[in-house]
């Protein structure tokens, strides 16, 4: 399963502060790890919203709004794309990520794939394919 | 009602669980190297394991769950080697062996032990896929021993019985141990054979994950991730390696097309038929990264680096007629010189086709046809009749479908041959 793991903005991220020489480079050797086990699909850092627009659409149309936006709770700082087996595995990363020392919060969503969108096995496919499980548990 | 103890219990053991899953391979891998064989290296990793459901729900998680894990196995193989030193004969050995480990366990730099933990595991992963063990075993071993699979969730996943994937597993270890294969990373001239095994391992559990017919089972995309994962973590291990590098690309390209290969109808859908807006651009773009990597290692291509670039010429193409047929069909070329196969022509002859004309590609096939090869092979007929369709030899091409239809097991496919045979089998009106 994929997971995008979020980073929620900070009042530091947000005054486009970068993280000082000794984060990055624990953020860099845990990347390394990451993409070591096979888990990192994909990592960005945001700019801050200062740097960012919003496009909201309403009864007259659309509006163009410049950043920064203040709600800094809302925002976000940067997103991995993370490979694993279950959501606990992707916790079990980020307690040994450096943010394990800090105040962050870290949110983990689940990735949509295919089998979710509801495109259910025609029956007949499925009953072959319980079917096969019934005589390989069988055949003992 | 559960208490709040016991779920207290529960959840640790769950962390325990996710923990153990990462960290078994290493801890597997570093026992290994001391004990000097798989098998006591997974009892001994899971005596450790046994004692962290035992202790961690009263002392809480430790920081470093893996480290806590790795001391405890450690500490459990160093007990087992002394007192095999007290009952063995080449005490002087065994006895500097052991002195060097306990005393390297505490002084090692972290970088140090980083490399040797890659290490460790790269000689697992060579002993796992030991030519010695059937295509089966090896497949078996590597799922428990580096996938962190239980012997059940091997069972499913490939549809065979719990016991016998246990028997599987207990006859290879059995195997390794009888032959007394060395825990090492096989020397260079050996080094390329010994890959491949390793490569086979990998891609033919893809495979299995990729190829179910029945697509939606929760069981075999994870198959295809759990090969992903593995290509991943051998190219870290081995990244001067083209092959490894070929392989993952080729893997990464062939799992971004995942949601486009099955139909509504739950029937496979062909590469030249699949809609290409369903295709995973982020699995191309890794794919396309690793095809650059091997590529930048030079050499002669491997198989996997091949197969790799005939994938991405397509992962390229926004549709059929924008992809580059010649190119596709230099590198089948090259590909049937590297590793021949009938397949790899019948491709060839579809690539031929494609950049040259039907009539140029139906000359191949005849000629694969005339050969013998591929005589209980569905998509031979089919492709023939494609090409006759495309030269209007209509009456020819019905004949065919119908060959291919009675020729493939999934009712599905032989369903669609059999429209084709209706539709490209009659004169146009």
């Known amino acids: ?140 | 009602m559960v208490s709040s103890a016991a779920m207290a219990v529960t959840e640790t053991h769950r962390t325990i669980d996710t923990v153990w899953r990462i960290e078994s391979p290493r801890i597997i891998a570093a026992l290994a190297r001391l004990v000097r064989d798989v098998g006591i290296a997974e009892e001994l990793a899971q005596d450790a394991l046994v004692t962290a459901l035992e202790h961690w729900p009263h002392t809480g998680i430790p920081d470093n769950p893996g480290a806590w894990l790795m001391t405890a196995a450690r500490n459990r193989a160093l007990d087992r080697l002394r007192r095999e030193r007290m009952l063995a004969r080449h005490h002087a050995m065994l006895g500097a062996e052991l002195e060097m480990e306990e005393r390297s366990g505490s002084d090692r730099s972290e970088a140090a032990a980083a490399d040797e933990i890659g290490d460790d595991l790269l000689r697992l992963i060579f002993v796992a896929c030991h030519p010695l063990l059937g295509a089966e075993a090896r497949t078996a071993l590597t799922l428990k021993l580096l996938g962190g699979l239980t012997t059940a969730e091997i069972a499913r996943a490939f549809l065979v019985p719990e016991p016998t994937i246990a028997q599987r597993i207990v006859r290879a270890k059995r195997t390794l141990s009888d032959a007394q294969v060395p825990f090492e990373i096989p020397r260079r001239a050996e080094l390329a054979a010994r890959l491949a095994s390793v490569l086979e391992v990998i891609y033919l559990v893809f495979n299995e994950g990729y190829s179910a017919t029945a697509g939606a089972d929760w069981m075999r995309p994870d198959l295809c991730e759990e090969a992903l994962r593995l290509g991943r973590v051998l190219a870290g291990l081995m990244p001067g390696e083209p092959e490894v590098h070929g392989l993952v690309a080729l893997m990464e390209i062939q799992a971004s097309r995942m949601r486009a290969r099955l139909g509504p109808r739950g029937e496979p859908v062909l590469l030249m038929e699949q809609n290409r807006a369903l295709w995973d651009r982020l699995l191309i773009r890794r794919g396309l990264e690793s095809l650059a990597r091997a590529e930048s290692l030079g050499g002669a291509p491997g198989p996997y680096r091949l197969q790799a670039a005939i994938a991405a010429c397509h992962a390229r193409a926004a549709s059929v007629a924008a992809t580059d047929w010649s190119r596709i069909e230099a590198l089948y070329e090259a590909l049937a010189r590297a590793a021949p196969s009938p397949v790899v022509e019948l491709n060839r002859a579809v690539a031929v086709a494609m950049s040259r004309g039907p009539a140029a590609g139906l000359e191949l096939v005849d000629a694969l046809s005339a050969g013998g090869a591929l005589a209980h092979y569905h998509l031979l007929p089919s492709v023939r009749g494609d090409l006759l369709a495309k030269l209007g030899r209509h009456g020819e091409a019905r004949v065919e479908f119908e060959r291919a239809a009675s020729l493939t097991q999934n009712e599905r496919e032989r369903t669609l041959l059999l429209d084709r045979a209706r539709t490209d089998g009659a004169p146009p009106s």
Do not use: C, Y
């Open chain 1, 1 to 140: 399963m994929r997971v995008m793991v979020i980073v929620k903005a900070t009042p530091a991220s947000e005054a486009g502060r970068l993280p000082g020489p000794d984060l990055l480079s624990e953020m860099g050797l845990f990347n390394e790890q990451l993409v070591k086990a096979g888990v990192l699909l994909a990592a960005e850092g945001l700019q801050s919203s200062a740097h960012g627009v919003r496009v909201q659409f309403g009864a007259g149309g659309s509006t163009v709004v410049d950043g920064p936006f203040t709600e800094t709770r809302e925002l976000i700082a940067g997103f991995w794309l993370w490979q694993v087996r279950s959501i606990e595995e992707a916790v079990e990363w980020i307690r040994r990520s450096p943010f394990r020392n800090g105040t962050e919060t870290i949110e983990i969503r689940r990735v949509f794939e295919a089998e979710d969108f509801g495109e259910s096995l025609p029956a007949d496919v499925r009953v072959q394919e319980q079917r096969l499980r019934a005589q390989a548990t069988a055949k003992i």
